[in-house]
């Protein structure tokens, strides 16, 4: 079993930042993938970002180049950091474990808000 806590969200206006955290524990690996999603209301769960052991990185085209994903796998910690924030940004965005290629454990999820 794994478990991922998620830290970080928040209300955020249009145009900031907020970094968000999610730490790993139980029976993991550092050679497993880690990633963020997000779910917005009345819509399914999308793709944010994952990122490889090794740090190759995988981006949604909506969050290219305002949004970067990093680990620090000495402290099982995976980030995403997000500039540029946007409206559309609003979601409740869950932290991903990947075993075999897919993201199996989930973390409890945090709340962002982006608005004037």
């Known amino acids: 079993q794994v478990q991922l806590v998620e830290s970080g969200g928040g209300l955020v206006q249009p145009g900031g930042s907020l970094r968000l955290s999610c730490t790993a524990s139980?029976?993991?690996?550092?050679?497993?993938?880690m990633g963020w999603y997000r779910q917005a209301p009345g819509k399914e769960r999308e793709l944010v970002a994952t990122?490889?052991?090794?740090?190759?990185?995988n981006y949604a085209d909506s969050v290219k180049g305002r949004f970067t994903i990093s680990r620090d796998n000495t402290k099982n910690t995976v980030y995403l950091q997000m500039n540029s924030l946007k409206p559309e940004d609003t979601a409740l965005y869950y932290c991903?474990?990947?075993?075999?290629?897919?993201?199996?454990?989930w973390g409890q999820g945090t709340q962002v808000t982006v608005s004037s």
């Open positions: 991903s474990y990947t075993v075999f290629g897919a993201p199996v454990y």
């Open positions: 990122i490889t052991s090794g740090g190759t990185t």
């Open positions: 139980g029976s993991i690996f550092s050679i497993n993938a």
